[in-house]
């Protein structure tokens, strides 16, 4: 028993309340929608990466239920020793093919595509330039591999040169730009078409995070690689059934196969973690029937008409968005406890939509993120409008 340990421990936690740090987690009583219950109330919810609204749909469900009878809970194996089913492979070629890609790998999470993804295909020789706002599992699978590491300042494309042209200087063998197609505190869609451009001025590989995209962005929902017209010009693509196709859970990595080939054999998130259980391969596999049917456009539009109407409605009564087109929209507050009374008044008045401060975003920059989804009515954009509005004028935010 070492109690200087659990007193340090103790002492951290205590420090985090007083700053406004804490993370608090509110209980949902029912499925995830965008109307949830919350302490026996119906609250609108404007926090879900639910962006097609498909994380209760009937066919998803259906989809996870129907694979659960046919094929079992789970697989109690890796891919490789016995846990690979049928249905894996139909989700990897259906994923692929969504995306114009050979071949997919499933992992656990997108935390664990990008976790794995970097250190069998790069070595000591070869660099990857990272933009200096992607994703937490990004910096870790950059820091799992023994490349040279470089940063551009985010989304700066003459900083990206600037960085191609020293690790080409530096005479390193491959390297490898990667970037969150939509980062995710900002809602900022990043600059794919002139990524491209520089990476084939520069011989460089390409990989893009479209967890925040896939799905709902772009032509049939084809992500943010679609969307700036590079679509089968990005080398790797990592995403998540998390998100947009279903909320389940489980990430991918699409590519051409030598990379997926050398994947299977060498990522370590996949090579000694379990096979997706069943009823998520069901779930995607509805999921991404649905976003590449008619009803995935509804969605799409209904997504856009919600985020056009919200902006629109925020920025007439004063608040500081930042400026952009995806769904995500963040409203701009300053300091942690503002974001946290913020979300706490809001709740109050019957919207769900969480405060994210330092170490999520930068000291100073705190926000509630708001995201539109396809779950919400027109109706509902608006009274969370109002709701904002009224919350925002009591805390002389507005
Ligand atoms: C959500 C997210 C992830 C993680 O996805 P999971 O499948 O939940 O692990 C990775 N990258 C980005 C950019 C994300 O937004």
Redesign the pocket.
């Known amino acids: 028993m070492d109690s200087h340990f659990y007193d340090r421990l103790s002492a951290e936690l205590k420090d985090m309340e007083s700053a406004g740090l804490l993370k608090p987690e509110r209980i949902i009583s029912s499925a995830q929608g965008g109307v949830v219950d919350i302490g026996g109330r119906k609250v609108l919810n404007l926090c879900a990466?639910n962006y097609l609204g498909l994380a209760s749909d009937p066919r998803v469900i259906d989809g996870a239920l129907s694979a659960t009878r046919e094929w079992g809970a789970g697989l109690a194996s890796v891919r490789f020793i016995c846990g690979t089913q049928d249905i894996h492979k139909h989700l990897e070629a259906s994923i692929a093919e969504y995306l114009g890609y050979h071949d997919a790998i499933l992992f656990a999470?997108?935390?664990?595509a990008?976790g794995g993804v970097f250190e069998p295909l790069l070595s000591e020789q070869d660099a990857i330039v990272s933009d200096s706002l992607n994703?937490a599992?990004?910096i870790d699978g950059v820091r799992l591999s023994k490349a040279k590491r470089y940063r551009f300042a985010t989304n700066d494309m003459n900083d990206l040169e600037r960085v191609l042209q020293q690790a080409r200087a530096e005479g390193v063998r491959s390297i490898l730009i990667v970037t969150?197609g939509v980062f995710?505190m900002d809602g900022t869609i990043a600059q794919l078409d002139r990524i491209v451009e520089l990476a084939e001025r520069y011989g460089a590989l390409t990989m893009v995070?479209d967890?925040?995209a896939t799905g709902f962005v772009g032509p049939d929902g084809r992500g943010t690689p679609a969307l700036k017209g590079v679509a089968g010009r990005i080398d790797i693509i990592?995403g998540?059934?998390?998100?947009a196709l279903g909320g389940a859970?489980?990430?991918f990595i699409v590519a051409a196969q030598p990379i997926v080939d050398l994947l299977r054999q060498r990522a370590r998130p996949y090579l000694f973690s379990n096979a997706l259980t069943p009823a998520v391969c069901g779930a995607s596999l509805a999921a991404i029937r649905i976003a590449c049917s008619p009803d995935g456009d509804e969605r799409r539009a209904r997504i856009q008409n919600n985020a056009a109407a919200f902006r629109s409605r925020m920025r007439a009564v004063g608040f500081d968005l930042i400026p952009g087109e995806h769904a995500i929209i963040p409203v701009m507050l300053g300091e942690a406890q503002l974001a946290q009374q913020m979300a706490a008044e809001l709740l109050e008045a019957g919207v769900l939509a969480t405060g994210f401060y330092f170490p999520v975003v930068p000291n100073g920059k705190a926000r509630i993120r708001t995201q539109m989804s396809a779950a919400l009515t027109t109706a509902q954009v608006h009274q969370a409008a109002d709701i904002f509005e009224h919350v925002g004028r009591k805390l002389r935010i507005i």
Do not use: E, L, P, Q
Request: charged share 20%.
């Open positions: 990466n999470a997108a935390f664990d990008n994703h599992s990004i969150d995710s995070d967890c925040h990592s998540t059934f998390g998100k859970m489980g990430g």
